[in-house]
Nanobody, 118 residues
Framework: QVQLVESGGGLVQPGGSLRLSCAAS????????MGWYRQAPGKQRELVGI???????NYADSVKGRFTISRDNAKDTMYLQMNNLKPEDTAVYYC????????????WGQGTQVTVVS
């Protein structure tokens, strides 16, 4: 089992920045693909970006150049640095972990709210 706990959400003005954290209950980064997803009201959950076990990252077009995923292996924590936030970034942000060989081993955090408003 893996528990994922997100933190760092909040209220920010357009153009502002936030950093989200996702703390894992044990060391998983070497065997799991980690990802950030978001879900806005009335919309489906969508992928924000992923970081593979060997460190490669990939992002949705809507956040490229503004969002950065990183991780601290010593702290078992993944981050999502969000810059130049826009109102359309408003959503609940979720952390996800999927085993790179056995994708049925799939875990979600509880989510953290990000609200971008003037």
């Amino acid at each position: 089992q893996v528990q994922l706990v997100e933190s760092g959400g909040g209220l920010v003005q357009p153009g502002g920045s936030l950093r989200l954290s996702c703390a894992a209950s044990r060391s998983i980064f070497s065997t799991y693909t980690m990802g950030w997803y978001r879900q806005a009201p009335g919309k489906q959950r969508e992928l924000v970006g992923i970081i593979l076990s060997f460190g490669l990252t990939n992002y949705a077009d809507s956040v490229k150049g503004r969002f950065t995923i990183s991780r601290d292996n010593a702290k078992d924590t993944m981050y999502l640095q969000m810059n130049n936030l826009k109102p359309e970034d408003t959503a609940v942000y979720y952390c996800n972990a999927v085993h790179r060989i056995n994708p049925s081993s799939n875990y979600w955090g509880q989510g953290t709210q990000v609200t971008v408003v003037s």
